[in-house]
Nanobody, 129 residues
Framework: QVELVESGGGSAQAGGSLRLSCAAP????????MAWVRQAPGKEREGGAA????????YYADSVKGRFTASRDNAQNSLFLQMSSLKPEDSAMYYC??????????????????????WGQGTQVTVSS
């Protein structure tokens, strides 16, 4: 497990934008598959976006596709989530998650939370209508 630190959450109006950041350890950040997973009150954690380490392939849940963009900066050992066209249903705690690069997503779905073994403390996003 590695330490992950999120930042950038807050409040926004529907239709607005927010950008989340996640810092990974400098010595191993570039060797991680990383993802953003969110959890709304009373609901289970659901993967929103995932990004691989080498080729930076991205995967998105249907609920955020076209509105959210995951990216990473290996020089800064950072993961980002640009969220646009926000909706009230996007309100949740957003967690940065990671698993060592080379991990095999045995069900073919890198958005499933059970694949990840390192988690940040979370950052709250609240979208008002």
């Amino acid at each position: 497990q590695v330490e992950l630190v999120e930042s950038g959450g807050g409040s926004a109006q529907a239709g607005g934008s927010l950008r989340l950041s996640c810092a990974a350890p400098a010595n191993i950040g570039t060797r991680l598959y990383m993802a953003w997973v969110r959890q709304a009150p009373g609901k289970e954690r659901e993967g929103g976006a995932a990004i691989t380490n080498g080729d930076h392939n991205t995967y998105y849940a249907d609920s955020v596709k076209g509105r959210f963009t995951a990216s990473r900066d290996n020089a800064q050992n950072s993961l980002f989530l640009q969220m646009s066209s926000l909706k009230p249903e996007d309100s949740a705690m957003y967690y940065c998650a990671a698993v060592p690069g080379g991990y095999r997503f045995w069900d073919g779905n890198p958005l499933k939370r059970y694949h990840y073994n390192s988690w940040g403390q979370g950052t709250q996003v609240t979208v008002s209508s």
